[in-house]
């Protein structure tokens, strides 16, 4: 068979049928990952690991688990340290026992996704980090009341902070401010959300 434009697009399309998504994910990853772990001494890969609560201005109100692993990139002279992170995401449909929500309506269903970023982090002062990354978050199913009505989908990009309270710790304060772009069952909408947790230190 020869090769020709439609048969690339063809082919295209029967492999992201047949592939789940956390396979083409996960082979990113390794794809990445392996000449990192050729030269594991110039660039180190940590565990990394977020806890935090989400407010927005259309109502949501969530918490969020992360848990991934951080590349160490380079360091720049008299500054911070460079680190690529890629986190999967996990949303529970409740926190302390109240409904969470995205939007207006409730999550009927735990939230699944991902995040991609930079992170900067500098020792002095210690703690203290910023972070770019764009985010995915998606909910199988959506309430309104107590009535399923669909799935929902959160696009954020994410920008943070991160601060310490003392010079060594496992753990520091994390402040975020998003950018949300949620599709819900029944519409669209942009949303500012501010988020305040935990991360891990490096």
Known sequence: MSITPKNLVRSQAIFKAVTPFWMMWLMLLNFLTIPILLKAES???LPEFQVYHTLGTGGSNYSSG???VAVHLFDEEGGPGRYLHF???LVPPKTLGFDNRV???TTGTQGQGFEVGVH???LNPSGKGATLSLRRIEWN???QGSQPIGKAKNDLLHMGWNWS???QGVVVWLFGIDIASLELPSKKLMEFQLALGLRTAF
Request: net charge neutral; aromatic share 10%; hydrophobic share 50%.
């Open 103 to 105: 939007g207006n309506q």
């Open 120 to 122: 900067d982090q500098w």
């Open 66 to 68: 992360a848990l991934g």
């Open 141 to 143: 199913e959506i309430k």
């Open 87 to 89: 986190l999967s995401i």
């Open 165 to 167: 309270m003392v010079r």
């Open 43 to 45: 660039f180190p890969i």
